[in-house]
């Protein structure tokens, strides 16, 4: 058989070429593949969901009650048998994924490893982040209970706050003033199939590119085997190393599953015309917390009598920012020779501690999402965010400068 | 056959295949258009006009007219849908006819509230300012109108002004009387409800 399709298809070659290809070995180069794991579980049951769910608000009765189509079919999803741990897989799958690319990325930017020539990868993985967590949100408001209408209604608010175009933008999206007839088959339509398809097409790009560039190499390859790629062999070791992986990533996802339901809707209840108390999913927190602590009658006028209204500010422009800065990054921090092993985090203290300041910076916004129960004002959770920011730097900073000294002067001297 | 007429040809040729593919393609974006549903106008949709009277908007109770007995003094408040009571049609079509209901001791209320006022229940439009929830809890202890969703606090006594929280503006009042022993509505919001998101926030009245 082999050789029947060998003889026709060349297959020795294909296999000496790819077969072999040297994968680098580095503990932390595991994590992109995590994502991948996770989308791939994603799209496999989400092919189960699509199956059994109903994409419709209109009423129908079960069991003497009348409820949303939608959030009835959720219902007898979670009736089959495994349907609730199903669901509940691609639901911490999607919040797998999300953690996995951004640890993936800052793994990326803590080595450097954005630079010349790998700018294009850097882009696509940013690109692939926003996706990921966009995907997620459409998700989010297809069970349509109580809670994730409230918070996809509020996502409606956050695309409305667009100067000029947000409108029109957010009622294509959602079909009109959310919720409508028309929202939930369009939310659907983008989140089973546009998105998806774009993921794919993001992350086929992304692989291709690493195969390309060739990936990053730890930083002791060059002292073992400088110039030339050490690693292991796609067959076996590295299919070995990634199938135990996936494995372990689905007894690991299944046991959470099994263990906690996501999204109890019977606990939530249809949507009414009262709004639950409402948080998003844990990645959007900082933004929600950016959103109360943001002063309401901070406003920027444009021309044309539009305004950037603070919701704008808060939930679109300070992510923004921090967007185009990434963008921006691999042409202003760059350096004179191709980039080919990872850099040393401890000789770039600039760069780790703005790093360890945009940990802070989330994880003290993330905090002021709990600002009722901490009890705290807007003016001192903004103390706290700008102030833990810097002081994160600073420590950062001046701890590497005093264990491992100053980096030496000269563009990558100790790497080039 | 000259190769300056060859060139001219193929220039010809190219351009027509590119205005061709040019219009073709503007012409696909007409569907774009359409991809904004039309806001379909219903008696279901309607906003609230006067003479309306007061459902219930939630809970077991839906759908019962609204007396004064219904509304505890000193909050909580009660969301309710108006109604056409010649008709008989429940205006739940439409987001931004939810309103509450609350019921304040009469000296407590400000001035420019009371005009609007029956007594002491007011009336204000319950889809939050900010970001479009609902107004839907009552902070007993200090008194003050919350929506849960990014902790927006508003003073019923006061014309709904934001006391604390992210909203933008306050809530719009809808002005009320007594008939008998029920709120009925006496005129339109004071200003747009909703979120004017991206737009100039309306600072003045559109009273009808």
């Not at chain 1, 989330?362 to 807007?378: P, S």
């Not at chain 2, 006819?97 to 304040?104: D, P």
């Not at chain 2, 109108?145 to 809808?174: I, M, Q, S, W």
């Amino acid at each position: 058989m082999y050789r029947w399709l060998d003889e026709r298809l060349d297959l020795s070659r294909f296999n000496k070429k790819y077969l072999n290809k040297a994968f680098a070995v580095h503990h932390s180069y595991f994590i992109g593949e995590i994502a991948l794991f996770a989308f791939i579980t994603l799209v496999i049951t989400g092919i189960f969901l699509t199956f059994n769910y109903e994409p419709s608000i209109r009423m129908v009765k079960v069991a003497g009650k009348e409820l949303p189509a939608a959030y009835a079919s959720v219902l007898y999803i979670d009736s089959l048998p495994f349907g609730a741990v199903l669901r509940s897989v691609h639901h911490w799958s999607a919040s797998i994924m999300i953690a996995a690319s951004f640890i993936h990325l800052l793994r990326i930017l803590i080595s450097g490893t954005y630079k010349r020539p790998r700018e294009i990868n850097w882009f696509l993985g940013l690109l692939l982040l926003v996706v990921a967590i966009v995907t997620s949100f459409t998700g989010y408001s297809l069970p349509y209970d109580a809670f994730s209408a409230t918070a996809t209604s509020i996502g409606y608010g956050i695309g409305t706050s667009i100067p000029y175009i947000g409108e029109w933008i957010s009622q294509v999206i959602f079909g009109g003033e959310f919720p409508t007839v028309h929202s939930i088959p369009r939310v659907y339509s983008l989140h089973v199939l546009w998105f998806p398809l774009l993921l794919m097409a993001l992350l086929g790009m992304h692989m291709l590119v690493m195969v390309k560039q060739k990936h990053t190499q730890p930083a002791y390859a060059k002292k073992v085997a400088p110039g030339r790629i050490l690693g292991v062999p796609l067959m076996p070791q590295q299919a070995y190393m990634s199938t135990i992986l996936f494995l372990l990533y689905l007894a690991v996802v299944f046991f959470i599953a099994g263990s906690y339901i996501a999204h109890p809707i019977e606990v939530f209840g249809p949507p009414t015309a009262s709004t639950p108390a409402v948080k998003p999913d844990w990645y959007l927190i900082w933004i929600y917390g950016i959103l109360q602590i943001i002063p309401g009658d901070l406003k920027i006028n444009l021309p044309g009598g539009a305004v950037m209204n603070s919701e704008f500010i808060g939930s679109i422009l300070i992510p923004g920012i921090l967007g185009v800065a990434a963008v921006l990054l691999p042409f202003l921090d760059t350096r004179a020779t191709k980039m080919r092993y990872m850099e040393l985090p401890t000789r770039h203290p600039v760069r780790t501690g703005v790093t360890f300041a945009l940990l802070a910076f989330l994880i003290t916004t993330t905090m002021a999402g709990w600002k009722q129960e901490l009890g705290f004002t807007a003016g001192q959770l903004w103390a706290i965010i700008i102030g833990s920011s810097v002081i994160t730097y600073l420590v950062v900073y001046y701890a590497i400068i005093l264990i491992w000294g100053r980096p030496p002067k000269g563009d990558e001297a100790e790497t080039a | 056959m000259s190769k300056k007429t060859d060139t001219t040809r193929r220039a010809i040729v190219g351009a027509t295949i590119g205005v061709g593919l040019g219009i073709g393609s503007l012409s696909l974006l007409a569907p774009v258009i359409s991809l904004r549903p039309k806001k379909e106008e219903t008696p279901e949709t309607e906003p609230p006009k006067e003479g309306d009277v007061f459902t219930f908007a939630v809970g077991d109770n839906a759908g019962k007219e609204i007396t004064f007995d219904d509304l505890p003094l000193e909050g909580p408040a009660v969301l309710a849908f108006p109604k056409d009571p010649k008709t008989g049609v429940i205006k739940s079509g439409e987001k931004t006819n939810l309103v509450l209901l609350i019921r304040l001791k009469p000296d407590e209320l400000s001035e420019k509230v009371r005009q609007y006022a029956a007594d002491g229940t007011v009336a204000y439009s319950a889809i939050c300012t900010h970001l479009g929830c609902t107004v839907g809890e009552w902070d007993a202890a200090k008194g003050l109108l919350l929506c849960p969703c990014h902790k927006g606090f508003f003073d019923p006594r006061n014309g709904a002004e934001v006391v604390a929280g992210p909203p933008p503006r306050p809530l719009p009042t809808l002005p009320i009387r007594a008939e008998g022993n029920k709120p009925v509505v006496a005129g339109g919001f004071t200003s747009p409800p909703g979120v004017l998101a991206g737009t100039e926030a309306a600072g003045g009245s559109c009273a009808v």
